[in-house]
C-alpha cells in the first residue's frame, strides 16, 4: 500500500525545534521551512508563504503577538490551516489531535478525516 504524500508545513518560533521533527515525519507531515520569528520583516502585513504550504504550525511560547498575527492572516488569505502550541512534543500532539491531523494513538490520520472532529472521552483511574 502506498502512503500518501506527507503534509507540507512551515514552523514558526523557536530557534531549536527538540523532538518535534520527530513527531511530525512520524505522523506523515514534512517541515519544509522553519522561521524563527525573529526577523522584524515577519511583522510585515504583507508576507507570504512558501508555496505549497498546506499547514502553518506558531510556537506560541516563543513568538510575539504581532509575528503570530501576521502569519495567521498570510495563512488565512491562503485558506491554510492555523495550529498554534507551545513548543513541546505533548503540546504539538495534543494541538495536532484537536484539530483532526493525529489519531489518539500519535498515528497519522488521513487527510480527509482531518475534516470530521471525533472527541474521546477518557476517565481517570
Keep these: 500500500m502506498a502512503h500518501a ?3 507540507s508545513a512551515v514552523i514558526v518560533g523557536a530557534d531549536r525545534l527538540g ?3 520527530d513527531l511530525l515525519k512520524r505522523l506523515n507531515i ?3 521551512h522553519h522561521i ?3 526577523d522584524p520583516s515577519h511583522q510585515k502585513k504583507t508576507l507570504q508563504l512558501p508555496s505549497g504550504t498546506e499547514l ?3 510556537l506560541t511560547d516563543f513568538l510575539g503577538h504581532n509575528v503570530m498575527k501576521t502569519f495567521r492572516q498570510a495563512a488565512q488569505r491562503s485558506g ?3 495550529v498554534a502550541c507551545r513548543r513541546s512534543v505533548c503540546s504539538m500532539q495534543q494541538a ?3 484539530c483532526g491531523l493525529c489519531d489518539g494513538n500519535g498515528e497519522a490520520c488521513g487527510r480527509d478525516a482531518a475534516q470530521e472532529k471525533v472527541v474521546r472521552v477518557m476517565r481517570r483511574q
Aim: hydrophobic letters at 55%; proline letters at 5%; charged letters at 15%.
Design 36 to 38: 524563527s520569528g525573529r
Design 19 to 21: 523532538n518535534i521533527p
Design 56 to 58: 502553518v504550525i506558531l
Design 80 to 82: 491554510i490551516r492555523v
Design 96 to 98: 495536532l489531535e484537536n
Design 30 to 32: 514534512a517541515i519544509t
Design 5 to 7: 504524500a506527507a503534509l
